[in-house]
């Protein structure tokens, strides 16, 4: 386990799939991050790599073959190498191999950068192409917050906020997990408040592909503690919990399921990244507890 610390902020990573394990704020003593229940969802914050949720027949097709690739991509089950460490700062690696090039046939180093800075966690997803052409790949993260924060609070005193007014659309989704081209309006109060309740999510994850905003701020009825994410780097957002579980993720994504229908080669799928080869891509989320 690594451990990076400041005033405000103590945050755990663990070594499989980089996935961090705990937030916590000092001044409050409160954790923040789901502490991964295996009988109702065995997982904190999964990071998704090299495709952000299912692919038709759990396959991708790259040129002209195709390799089985599950549910967000292997890295969350991949043990990472740490490279770098500080008190603030993490650099967690995971290079291509024999094991990764079964399910994804590039030559690519994918890293995972933590660095605090006061009550901001910044996560970086930098992937380097290592290989003698254009890749493509989606990212994506998944993390879940304990809600509610406090004792003697119920889920439904809490909301997300979003940072501008929205007039929210969700994409559905098949039983399967992909999308069915039909798209329902989520209702908010005020205009950017979304009410969490514990049929909120019943039929799958909320899936926004139009946000205006790039902030959104679980907040209380009760009090004003606060956990914001900001995802400017991220068109895609996915809101989900196991319906009744006391937790709800945040999950900023560059890429997104498959639609149902034929399978697509992975250049063509929606919202797939591409990067020339010998470069590098970043994207950063930024978790702020207030």
């Known amino acids: 386990m690594t451990t990076l610390e400041n005033d405000h902020l103590r945050v755990v990573i663990q070594p499989k799939g980089a996935e961090l394990t705990s937030i916590f704020h000092k001044p409050s003593g409160i954790e923040h991050l789901w502490q991964a229940d295996p009988s109702i969802w065995g997982w904190h914050a999964p990071n998704l790599f090299p495709v952000v949720g299912g692919c038709l027949n759990n396959q991708l097709l790259i040129g002209g073959e195709t390799y089985p690739i599950e549910r967000h991509g292997f890295t969350r089950q991949s043990v990472f190498e740490n490279t770098e460490s500080t008190r603030t700062h993490a650099i967690f690696s995971l290079r291509s191999s024999d094991a990764t090039r079964v399910h994804f046939p590039y030559e690519f180093e994918f890293q995972i950068i933590y660095e605090l800075d006061g009550p901001k966690l910044t996560v970086t997803y930098r992937v380097v192409n290592e290989d003698e052409q254009t890749i493509f790949f989606s990212v994506g993260a998944h993390p879940a917050f304990a809600v509610p924060f406090k004792a003697r609070e119920a ?86 919990a196991k319906p009744g579980a006391p937790f709800v993720c945040i999950e900023p994504w560059l890429g997104c399921a498959d639609s149902e229908g034929k399978p697509r080669p992975i250049q063509d799928k929606e919202a797939i990244q591409q990067l020339a080869e010998g470069k590098v891509f970043d994207a950063a989320f930024t978790i702020t507890v207030s």
Request: aromatic share 14%; net charge negative.
């Open 155 to 240: 889920y439904e005193d809490y909301f997300l906020e979003f940072e501008k007014a929205e007039s929210l659309e969700t994409h559905m989704l098949s039983s399967g997990g992909y999308f069915t081209g039909e798209t329902k309006s989520v209702p908010t109060v005020d205009g950017n408040k979304l009410p969490l309740t514990k049929h909120l999510f019943d039929a799958d994850a909320l899936v926004f592909k139009n946000l205006e905003s790039r902030r959104v701020t679980i907040r209380s009825a009760r009090h004003d503690q606060r956990l914001s994410v900001d995802y400017l780097a991220f068109p895609y957002l996915g809101v989900w």
